[in-house]
Structures are given as structure tokens and as C-alpha cells.
């Protein structure tokens, strides 16, 4: 390697702007005041930022601080779906059920962090949301922290850079964050 793309990489490379250290920090903060919170009844936990906005940096970084691994959706979904050798027509109820066994293997009263969950943009038929909620609550004193490619635009939650709808913000209030610059 040449000695000035050498110098380069070793001055640039593992540096973060500030602002995207504190927008980082300020999510941990959330996430962890999300957790350590007995107030909230519903149980899951949106991290809404667009591609390379943080969204899993900050998550490994709450997973470091608590010792919790942060689940790959899309791959686990996708092994899922591979070890039972399925037809492609099964593949949406196979990645549903993986997705509901990821809360139903939780122990009552511990989380899980999510990222990754892209390979629900090709199943849009599946309410991702509703069912980690359902699960959660159902299962006394479970909470999911998932990160999602999104973000806030007005008094709505849109899901993927194509402004699918997810959800009310008001109805999340309390429940998110936006990570986006």
C-alpha cells in the first residue's frame, strides 16, 4: 500500500464525526431509560434512522454496556427458512414464525435487540410490529429494542427509504428514536 493511502487510513479510519458520536450516545441513553423503565406497558422499542445513520452501532454499543448479543434478523430469518428446506410459497409464514419464536425463546422479564430486518421489506404482509408486541405482552415483562430503516416525518413512522407507512408516532410516543442527522 502506498505510504500516503497508508497514512490516510490510519488518521481516518475509525473516526466518527461528533455528531454522530452524541446522536449514537443520545440513543443509547434512550434505549437504556426504555429498559429500565417499569412505566411502560407496551414492550417494544423502535430505533428509526436511514442507512449508515448509526442505527447498529448504537445497538452493538447498548449490547456491550448490558452483555447482550444484538440478533441479526435477516440472517437468522433466512436460516430459519433454509433449515426446513421449504418451497418459496411458505417462505412469508416460515419467516413469520421464526420471527414470533425469536420472543417466545426470551425468558420473562429479559430483552432482545434486533437489526437487520430488511427481509421484511419483501414481506410486507407481515406485521412485524404488531407481532413483537403481541409476543412481548403476552409473555409478561419481555421488551424487544428493534432497529428499523426508517424514519419521522411529520406525525408518521415510514418504514424503508420508500415511505411505506408504519405507524403513528403519537402512538409511540416515548417508544422511538430517530436517529437521522
Not at 2 to 19: D, F, Q, V
Not at 49 to 66: C, D, F, I, V
Request: glycine share 10%; charged share 30%; hydrophobic share 45%.
Amino acid at each position: 500500500m502506498p505510504a500516503l493511502l497508508w497514512r490516510w487510513r490510519r488518521e481516518n479510519c475509525g473516526r466518527m464525526p461528533k455528531g454522530f458520536i452524541a446522536r449514537r450516545d443520545e440513543a443509547v441513553e434512550a434505549m437504556m431509560g426504555f429498559l429500565k423503565s417499569p412505566l411502560h406497558r407496551r414492550a417494544v422499542f423502535l430505533l428509526l434512522g436511514k442507512s449508515g445513520a448509526g442505527k447498529t452501532n448504537a445497538l452493538k454499543k447498548l449490547g456491550r454496556e448490558l452483555g447482550k448479543e444484538v440478533v441479526n434478523a435477516n440472517l437468522c430469518l433466512a436460516k430459519y427458512v433454509k433449515e426446513r428446506g421449504a418451497p418459496k410459497w411458505m417462505w412469508e409464514d416460515l419467516i413469520e414464525e421464526g420471527w414470533r419464536k425469536f420472543f417466545s425463546d426470551l425468558k420473562e422479564g429479559d430483552f432482545i435487540l434486533i437489526d437487520n430486518i430488511e427481509i421484511f421489506y419483501d414481506f410486507p404482509k407481515i406485521g412485524f410490529l404488531r407481532i413483537a408486541e403481541e409476543e412481548c405482552i403476552m409473555q409478561k415483562g419481555k421488551k424487544a429494542i428493534i432497529g428499523v430503516s426508517g424514519f419521522v416525518l411529520g406525525d408518521k413512522i415510514y418504514f424503508c427509504d420508500d415511505k411505506r407507512f408504519l405507524a403513528n408516532a403519537s402512538d409511540w410516543r416515548g417508544r422511538f428514536y430517530d436517529i437521522n442527522p
